[in-house]
C-alpha cells in the first residue's frame, strides 16, 4: 500500500450498487411464512467514500453486507462490486472483509496470522514479508508481531483482523461492526485506521449501530430499520434541526451574553435553552486516561 492516494476518477462507475435488494429467511416448519430481513433495498456507493450502513441490532445490516460479498443469495433484486455481480468470484478480488466476530487462530502469532491469509490470496517471497510489515506498522502491531493472538486483546484482534482484510490491498473493504466490545481508546485508533484508509483512496463500507462512531468517519450514512432504508444522505444533513441554530460562544461575558439574548427576545426567534458546552463520556475517559497516563510517564522520569 502506498501512500499516495488512489484517484477515485479512475474508477468504473459505483464501488458497491444495490438494486431492488430483498431478502427473505424462510421459518423452518412453516413453508408459507417467511422473515423479511431487507426489503427493496437501493443502494450506491462512490469510490474513495466511507459509507455507513446504520440500524439497530437486527434492522439487516449484516445481511445486506453478506449478500454484497456473495456470502448469502437475494431473494430479489442485485448488488454489484466495480460494476460486477457480486456473486461472481471476480467481483471479490477487490475487497477486503472484517466480519463482526472473526475467527483467528489462537495458537498463531500476528506475523503468523497475516503470513496464512496472504499466502491464501496467492501472496508468496519477498513481496508477502515487505506486505507484512507494512500493515503492522500500519495498525500498530509491530511490537506485538510474535505475541500468540490467544494473549491479544479485543481491539488489538480487530486490528490484526483489519490488517488481513488489507493483506491483498483491496480496492474496497467492508467492516461488520468494527469496533464492536472494544474500549473507547481501541475504539479511536480502530476509527483512525478508517480514516487513514479514506486518505488513500480506498473505498469504506461499514455497519454500525453506534452514530457517534459513524459521524466521526463517514462521508454518507443509510440508515436502516426492519429491513428498510428509512434515509440516506450526508450526517450533518440528516441530524440537522432545520428551526435551530446552535451558537457556541468561548470566553463571552456575562454582559455579552445578556445582550444576545436582548437581541433574540427583541426578533421573532425564540430562545430554547441556554446551557454550557458540553463533552461526552468517551471524550472525558480518553482525555482522562491521557493524563493519567502523562502523570504515570513523568513520574517514572523523577
Known sequence: MTDSPRSSRTEPGPAVAVYGLTKTFSVPLHPTRGIVAVRDLNLRIEPGEVYGLLGPNGSGKSTTLKIILGLVSPTRGRTEIFGRDSRLVESREA?????ENPYFYKYLTGQETLRFFGRLCGLRGAPLTARIEELLELVGLTKARKRRLGVYSKGMLQRIGLAQALIHDPRLVVLDEPTAGVDPAGSREIRDLILDLKRRGI????????????????????????????????????IAIESQTELVIADASAQLVNEIESVISRSNAKLIERRKSTTTLERLFLEATAKKDEHESRMTKE
Open 203 to 238: 473505498t469504506v463500507l461499514l455497519s454500525s449501530h453506534l452514530l457517534a462512531q459513524a459521524q466521526e468517519i463517514c462521508d454518507r450514512v443509510g440508515i436502516l430499520a426492519d429491513g428498510v432504508l428509512v434515509c440516506q444522505g450526508h450526517l450533518q444533513e440528516l
Open 95 to 99: 475487497v477486503g472483509f472484517l466480519p
